[in-house]
């Protein structure tokens, strides 16, 4: 059996694996292929794109967009991406940009409940256009401010704590939109995760292609749920592990194996996508 992992984050955004260490992982793991999926961005595809050739292991450039649909929250992760798509890059930019002022504005909220964290301490750390909260709490961890990386999410990152910012969301219909225009396929990351199954069908009339029925954090009954709503709006199924590298205990990559069958599916809809036949409905289903 053949297997992937299609959820992964490096370096370049809030993971601590380079792509070289990445694939190195999804070597050891014996998988078929890996999809990068950083926040708000595509600078790691590239690289990791020529790791994975090197490693014989078929590679998916993707990213992860923190969107919203009527108020709530839903991360979206686009598959295929064409990571020259000027619209694409002009976008997740802006993103990259308000993460980047959210650290300061994070920041600024510890120092003044007394807590001396150096701001510049945090973009050394984080090393990349992408920063999010982990970095926050690494750099808390390094200076010696808290006793653990989930001390740090306790004390000041989780929503409702002192440094807590909300992080800007893009609307959903225009992140689907988004991601096609890129050649991509949309699909709805770790829907278990805040059980907000409610906007799944005006996803899927927005366009929605796939839905994230395998995750760490899915029980079996979770993916067993997915899977049926997979069905039920003809969606494609996808999995992975959301591993961070070594940011939380140890590396999830390849905990998550979703079979290969899956991954053929992907690329029969993304080639249908681009090349519609004239008598189909343009969808591989
Ligand atoms: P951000 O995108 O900046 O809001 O950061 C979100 C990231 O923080 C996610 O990738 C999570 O893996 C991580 N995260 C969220 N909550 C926690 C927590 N309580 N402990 C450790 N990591 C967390
Ligand atoms: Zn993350
Ligand atoms: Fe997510
Ligand atoms: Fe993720």
Redesign the pocket.
């Known amino acids: 059996m053949k297997f992937a992992d299609l959820h992964l984050?490096t370096q370049y955004s809030?993971g601590t694996f380079s792509p070289a260490e990445l694939v190195e992982h999804a070597a050891q793991h014996q998988l078929a292929a890996i999809a990068l999926t950083d926040?708000d961005t595509v600078e790691g595809c590239a690289p990791t794109a020529r790791e994975c050739a090197a490693a014989g292991i078929e590679f998916i450039s993707g990213t992860e967009l923190?969107a919203e649909f009527n108020d709530t929250e839903v991360h979206l992760l686009g598959y295929f991406l064409d990571t020259q798509n000027a619209r694409l890059l002009a976008e997740i930019t802006k993103f990259q940009t308000v993460?980047q002022q959210?650290i300061y504005e994070m920041v600024a909220r510890i120092n003044e409940s007394g807590v001396p964290l150096d701001v510049q301490s945090v973009f050394a750390l984080a090393n990349c256009k992408s920063p999010?909260?982990?970095h926050v709490?690494r750099a808390l961890f390094k200076a010696g401010l808290v006793k653990h990386?989930?001390d740090a999410?306790?004390r000041y990152?989780?929503k409702g704590r002192v440094a807590w910012v909300p992080?800007a969301r893009m609307s959903a219909l225009e992140s689907i939109e988004l991601i096609h225009q890129a050649g991509g396929l949309a699909v709805m990351a770790h829907p278990g995760l805040n059980r907000t199954d409610e906007i799944i069908p005006g996803l899927v009339a927005a366009g929605l292609d796939g839905i994230e029925c395998f995750h760490t954090k899915h029980t079996a009954a979770m993916a067993e749920h997915y899977l049926q709503i997979a069905e039920k709006y003809h969606l494609l199924v996808t999995g992975g592990s959301?591993c961070?590298g070594y940011?939380?205990a140890k590396p999830l990559i390849g905990s998550v194996k979703l079979p290969y069958e899956q991954v053929e599916k992907l690329t029969a809809a993304v080639r249908a996508r681009r090349q519609p036949d004239p008598g189909g409905n343009g969808r591989a289903q």
């Open positions: 984050h809030d926040h923190t993460r959210r999010g909260r982990p709490a990386l989930d999410f306790d990152l989780k992080k959301d961070h940011s939380k």
